[in-house]
């Protein structure tokens, strides 16, 4: 049996004989499915056709698939006592990869942000023999449930080596970031708070592709969430998302210029 990969946004399924009849995240209106209709590939295909690029991306190891593969996204390697905490993940995982990861000190855990990047998780988790920390409010949305899979609830998870998980909701519910305590700090923040071309503000939306937004009170509560932590940069979601300084001040302004504009003086 194989486990099917919904093209759209490379989320991979339980093991079956033929693919789903749909892919439940892109039938939310917050993803999308494609013009042409529902597509799958495998993740035996996928490997077939793709690669992983694993290089710096603004001091931490990024892992990204070429060419880009579904929403595109690339997963980042935060150091994380002896091994590595992986943060939001890819569809891909090919001997190639692991051995690159391994050679880097393994991983210890993954951490996820929210269902568009839950991808092949269970495939890292298995490879690694490590566990998948995932926010209780979005636990509809794993489409391939395993024992490495651990519900979190609230608004802060704790896991050590100065790493903690907060919930920011917003795009999902159960929306997270990753804090990492380390010289000024570091926020990772997949797309619950969106690293923009100007880098001088962030975006908060409901659907990026479908530019739903959100309400005001959940952009202030994203903020208000981050505002207890220090951080200099922010880690968005793709390949040179980052914003290298004075990102907790981006959060602000970008918070206060949210409402503005909702009150039609942008
Ligand atoms: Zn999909
Ligand atoms: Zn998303």
Known sequence: METPICIACGTQFTPSDAPPSACPICDDPRQYVPPDGQRWTTFTELAGSHANEIRDDGGLVGIGTSPSFAIGQRALLVPYGDANLLWD???????????????????????????????????WAQRFDCPIHLHAADAEWVMRPDPAVRHWDGELLDLGHGITLIRGGGHFPGGAMLHQADGAGRLLTGDIIQVIPDRTHVGFMWSYPNLVPLPDADVQRIAAAVEPFAFASIHGAWWGRVIPGDAKDVVRRSAARYTRALRGAP
Do not use: F, Q
């Open 89 to 123: 993940c890819v569809s891909l995982l090919d001997e190639s990869t692991a051995a690159a990861v391994e050679a880097r000190g393994g991983l210890a855990g993954i951490a996820i942000s929210h269902p568009h990047y839950y991808s092949s998780m269970v495939e």
